[in-house]
């Protein structure tokens, strides 16, 4: 009967990218797609699928006036940011179903209204699976907190609407935070990645976003530019290919699988150093966040041998009838009182929360914890919330 350990290697043979991400069946047939943005020019997308020697896509849209009425697309955009984001997603996804939401319009400017309008269109009226939010919205214009909660309310419904959100992080991100994207768990928030691999992404959660994706586009005037907006475009068309393999996942199983995909043996990703516990360690490797990493072993080794030293130095010794002014070694071989010496069996235990060095029960003790450390189990939490 096969283990834990042999169904998790199966796992990740089986969420192996080259098996998953390169099917030739993924291809995005079946998926549909709003990319919410500046629009798309429609010749220009069929003359590009023509170039790649692909079928022209359906393309479907609509413009969002100032007071959230969706209006007949004309074919063209506002601006070419959203006809280079739908170009990213067709180049990797060819077979999908597109629908263009452009919340600029003539006005060029994407006000909180316009995009829950746009949110709405896509999943009640085109039914959309995915949607892409190369865009975002800075706090203060979330002002009053009724917007805000307007947009948290509807990012909520796509999510119950087993719609998945694709939302892209400030380019400047952390310094700049905007909205939906911080707001990560019912969602797929993405930020800069430097891959060459348009397929090759990294799940690696810090500061309200979670992945990193390629971050170079293929068309327009902005394409050579690292921009989120590229990065939450190659993720979208990620996701769309698997949707084409298993049309009904919801939105947390894609991040599942987008997670395990991330920690596969084909993406580790070396990295020159990582601080973890505030310690920089040289040539670590990272597969996926780094408390699943080979990285955080090391340290935590380190650490382990650091904190066998501050035991063998250890408090006064504290049992009773034991009047010795020197520590008592409970893990060395030479007690300062013989009779606290360790037995054979007892010379290399592993550290566990509340021990002391002597066993001590004294009420003066009671709050002398130590962090846990165990080779196979790493470091266990502290009831007064230390390690």
Not at 105 to 120: F, H, I, N, P, S
Not at 320 to 331: A, E, F, L, M, Y
């Amino acid at each position: 009967m096969a283990g834990p350990a042999d169904i998790i290697w199966g796992l990740q043979r089986l969420l192996d990218m080259e098996q998953l991400l390169r099917d030739p069946q993924a291809d995005g047939a079946g998926v549909r797609v709003a990319v919410i943005d500046t629009g798309v020019d429609v010749a220009t997308l069929h003359q590009r699928c023509r170039q790649r020697n692909q079928e022209p896509a359906i393309i479907e849209g609509v413009v969002i006036t100032p007071a959230g009425q969706p209006l007949p697309h004309s074919g063209r955009h506002s601006a070419p940011h959203g006809t280079t984001v739908a170009d990213i997603i067709l180049h990797w996804a060819p077979r999908i179903a597109l629908f263009s939401a452009d919340v600029f319009g003539v006005d060029g400017v994407c006000t909180v209204e316009k995009l829950l309008a746009a949110l709405r269109w896509a999943v009640d009226t085109c039914q959309c699976k995915l949607l892409n939010l190369s865009i975002g919205i800075s706090e203060e214009r979330l002002q009053p907190p009724a917007r805000r909660q307007a947009l948290c309310q509807t990012i909520q419904y796509c999510y119950h609407r087993d719609a998945i959100l694709v939302a892209a992080a400030h380019n400047d991100h952390p310094l700049v935070l905007s909205y939906p994207a911080i707001i990560t768990p019912p969602l797929l928030s993405v930020r800069k990645g430097d891959s060459d691999d348009a397929l090759l992404f990294r799940y690696a959660p810090d500061t309200f976003t979670e992945f990193l994706a390629r971050s170079c586009a293929y068309f327009g005037p902005f394409a050579t530019m690292s921009a989120t907006s590229w990065a939450a475009a190659h993720l979208t068309a990620i996701a769309a290919r698997l949707l084409s393999l298993k049309p009904d996942l919801k939105p947390f199983e894609i991040k599942t699988l987008l997670y395990w995909i991330s920690r596969s043996n084909t993406f580790a990703q070396k990295v020159s150093h990582c601080d973890i516990f505030g310690r920089k360690m040289p040539g670590a490797v990272i597969m996926g966040p780094p408390c699943f990493s080979a990285a955080r072993i090391d340290i935590c080794t380190a650490i382990a041998n650091k904190m066998q030293r501050a035991v063998d130095i250890g408090p006064p010794c504290m049992l009773d009838g034991c009047d010795s002014p020197t520590p008592c070694k409970r893990n060395s071989l030479t007690a300062a009182n013989p009779a606290h010496a360790p037995s054979a069996s007892a010379r290399n235990p592993i550290i566990r929360v509340g021990e002391h060095c002597c066993r001590s029960a004294s009420p003066k003790r009671a709050n002398s914890q130590r962090p846990t450390y165990a080779p196979e189990q790493g470091f266990r939490l502290l009831p007064s919330g230390g390690w």
